[in-house]
C-alpha cells in the first residue's frame, strides 16, 4: 500500500456515531466495526469524496497533534485493514 493510492467508501457501509465512537456497519456481511475519533475523521473524509493516503495525512497532521511519520504508519496500517475487510475500496485508475 502506497501514500498515492485514492480510497472511496464502499457501498456497502452504513456509519453511525455511537458513544464518542463511529460504528461502521457491512451490509453485505452483517460484520459491526468500530473507530476512534481519529479513524472516525478518516472515515468522514473519505465519505465526502476519493482520496489520496498522503492527501489524508496532510488533514490529519493539520487536526491532530502527531509526528507525520506515525500518521503515515497508522493510516497505512488502518486503510489496509478497512481494505481488507472491504469497507473501503481503491478508486478505478
Do not use: H, K
Amino acid at each position: 500500500m502506497q501514500l498515492t493510492d485514492r480510497f472511496t467508501v464502499s457501498q456497502d457501509v452504513v456509519a453511525r456515531e455511537v458513544g464518542g465512537e463511529l460504528v461502521l456497519l457491512d451490509l453485505a456481511s452483517g460484520q459491526y466495526f468500530g473507530l476512534d475519533s481519529v479513524g472516525g475523521r478518516i472515515w468522514e473524509l473519505l465519505s465526502e469524496r476519493p482520496y489520496e493516503l498522503s492527501e489524508l495525512c496532510d488533514c490529519i497532521e493539520a487536526e491532530f497533534d502527531a509526528p507525520r511519520e506515525q500518521i503515515e504508519a497508522d493510516l497505512i496500517a488502518l486503510a489496509a485493514q478497512l481494505c481488507e475487510q472491504e469497507l473501503i475500496e481503491a478508486e478505478a485508475a
